[in-house]
T-cell receptor, first 113, second 113 residues
Framework: GDSVTQMEGPVTLSEEAFLTINCTYT??????LFWYVQYPGEGLQLLLK?????DKGSNKGFEATYRKETTSFHLEKGSVQVSDSAVYFC????????????FGQGTTLQVKP | KAGVTQTPRYLIKTRGQQVTLSCSPI?????VSWYQQTPGQGLQFLFE???????NKGNFPGRFSGRQFSNSRSEMNVSTLELGDSALYLC????????????FGPGTRLTVT
């Protein structure tokens, strides 16, 4: 079945460092790919999405490119801030007619001043 | 526009009891999905509703059930609670269709003692 694998955390960075969180997926057909962020005590917020190969999703300085050849959707940010500290989830929605999201295990990011 | 609301936010129940959680979607959204989040299993899909019909169901026992009302509000019910049902239950709403992203509520934290 469809699945998502994320790099294990926690990831600890200094402010203004470059961030990469790896995400790879297994799916049949052409899934849509998402990154969600969860701050402590809150639900999930959609960070960015890509719906077809080579699409680049971007938001708030974060970017991810849908790479079908490597089945990857890695999250990047050029300069992280303390306020980016959160848990990040990579997710896919299969190409069948359903809203069901399949999530990776989540990666905790801690940014130190 | 108001976001997805979930009630109650926190709940403590005893093993063997049943519980009902409520979700009010964003105005105009007719699709509601439910997810269970635990430290061990991560985020797992429970079910998806559209137009009062269950469209998709995850791999959970029959103790977990749900429904959707004509105003798109949704409830989920867990009967005969077990300790392992302790989790954050997240509701997400969206417009119907593959191109529409899901918006999550803050969740209901259920603790079973």
């Amino acid at each position: 079945g469809d699945s998502v694998t994320q790099m294990e955390g926690p990831v600890t960075l200094s402010e203004e460092a470059f961030l990469t969180i790896n995400c790879t997926y297994t799916a049949t057909g052409y899934p849509s790919l998402f990154w969600y962020v969860q701050y402590p005590g809150e639900g999930l917020q959609l960070l960015l999405k890509a719906t077809k190969a080579d699409d680049k999703g971007s938001n708030k300085g974060f970017e991810a490119t849908y790479r079908k050849e490597t089945t990857s959707f890695h999250l990047e940010k050029g300069s992280v801030q303390v306020s980016d500290s959160a848990v990040y989830f990579c997710a896919l929605r299969g190409s069948s007619n359903t809203g069901k999201l399949i999530f990776g295990q989540g990666t905790t990011l801690q940014v130190k001043p | 526009k108001a976001g997805v609301t979930q009630t109650p936010r926190y709940l403590i129940k005893t093993r063997g009891q049943q519980v009902t959680l409520s979700c009010s979607p964003i105005s105009g959204h007719r699709s509601v999905s439910w997810y269970q989040q635990t430290p061990g299993q991560g985020l797992q899909f429970l079910f998806e509703y559209f137009s009062e019909t269950q469209r998709n169901k995850g791999n959970f026992p029959g103790r977990f059930s749900g429904r959707q009302f004509s105003n798109s509000r949704s409830e989920m019910n867990v009967s005969t609670l077990e300790l392992g049902d302790s989790a954050l239950y997240l509701c997400a709403s969206s417009l119907w269709g593959l191109s529409y992203e899901q918006y999550f509520g803050p969740g209901t934290r259920l603790t079973v003692t």
